[in-house]
């Protein structure tokens, strides 16, 4: 079996994989990170969201393989230690959630979405961003205003960051 | 999914000899197609060669009255280039309609132009602009390349490396998305070229890209959404399934065409 590396949250993750090995299988399977869930398995839903090399993808639409010497980054990563990120936070602070099945994918999607367009987001552009990621409860209503929330903090947080 | 060997292509040379070599290939490239019609099994290669690591063919140049994009360009470079959203800013918008950001940041251009499906974006502006697609092995005229459903003019061990767009005077495009897919139910591309206008549909035929005389004719007189107006195409021909009948794609292609030509005018927002 083809042997995959890659580095995931910081940590390097070593394993003999099946060629077969989706990422999110290698996440959840070989490095034990359930938080990254997967809800369609057809590349609709978004709930498998992660970052690879600091860019939103559905880890269930990539091979482990072709993954190899990326930079990996999952919801579990997304924390200071006990500190929520901020658009952990946000989601919190909003009732962002019920079931939270889409949760990590929605909340790696709306870090993405803040890297790309800013800490400034219009709603229509936060409903338009959202579009490949599915939520079976809510009515996206609370996770709209989560993402903006966690968006303007998130601005603190970069300064708090390049202070440091 | 069934089982294959995994090759990591190096180069394109690599890439090629592995294609020539081994036994049932296949490329992967964005793996946005692929990957899921792989689970579905309906794609079963013996050997899957990976293009992830092959550097040089994802740039994106201009050169005197063209850009040429390389085949394993992300769509979501495509529409965030400079060189694009200056010289074909409705090349730059379509890229970003694509499906979702996620499958963005993985498909290619390649990808979608090699795969031809019926309701993809990216086969109506090469046909609407005149691009012409780039192998390992030869040019191919995009009124040449796409040849029906999922059919191109491709060799089975021929890989895209770049494709080259004329520039227009200008260009629109307009989709039509299905809810569900995020594909095209019908997406419209015109393009007022140096020579000749052209108007290219997708997601409408039920064998895949094809160009409107009658319209590109209409709009030769007077390149105004106003030229169409009342300008049918026949329903025979058209695709039929559950998001909509035949009549109602010949209706929507009209529709999409004169917001096409609108957006042509306005200069598309390519943010
Ligand atoms: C949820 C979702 C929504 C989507 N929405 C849209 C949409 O709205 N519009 C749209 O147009 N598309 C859409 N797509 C498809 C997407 O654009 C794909 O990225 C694209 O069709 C295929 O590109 P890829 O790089 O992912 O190719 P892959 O999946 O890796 O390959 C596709 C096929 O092309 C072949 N191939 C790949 N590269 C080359 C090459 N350089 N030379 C020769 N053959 C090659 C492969 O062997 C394979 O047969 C969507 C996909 C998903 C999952
Ligand atoms: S599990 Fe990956 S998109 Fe649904
Ligand atoms: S909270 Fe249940 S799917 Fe979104």
Known sequence: MPTVSMKVNGKDAKADVDPRT???????ENLRLTGTHVGCDTSQCGACVVHVNGKAVKSCTMLALTADGAEILTI??????AQLHPMQEAFRENHALQCGFCTPGMIMTAVDIVHRKGNNLEEHTIREELEGNICRCTGYHNIVKAIGAGARAMSGEVTKQAAE | MYAFTYHRATGLRHAANLLEKLEDPKILAGGQTLLPTMKQRLASPTNLIDLDKVEGMSEITAAGRSVTIGALTRHNDVH??????????ALAYLAGLI??????HRGTIGGSVANNDPNADYPAACLALGATIVTNKRKIAADEFFKGLFETALEPNEIITK?????????????FRNQASRFALVGVFVAKRPSEIRVAVTGAGSSGVFRVPSFEEALKKRFSPKSLEGLTIPADGMASDIHGSAEYRAHLVNVCARRAVAAADEKTPAE
């Open chain 1, 76 to 81: 579990e990563g997304l924390a200071n230690g």
């Open chain 2, 99 to 104: 499906g979702d950001p996620a499958v963005r």
């Open chain 2, 80 to 89: 965030k280039s400079p060189i694009v959203q200056q010289a074909i800013p």
């Open chain 2, 163 to 175: 494709i080259t767009f004329p520039v227009p005077k200008k260009a629109g495009y307009y989709k």
């Open chain 1, 22 to 28: 989706l990422l999110v299988q290698f996440l959840r």
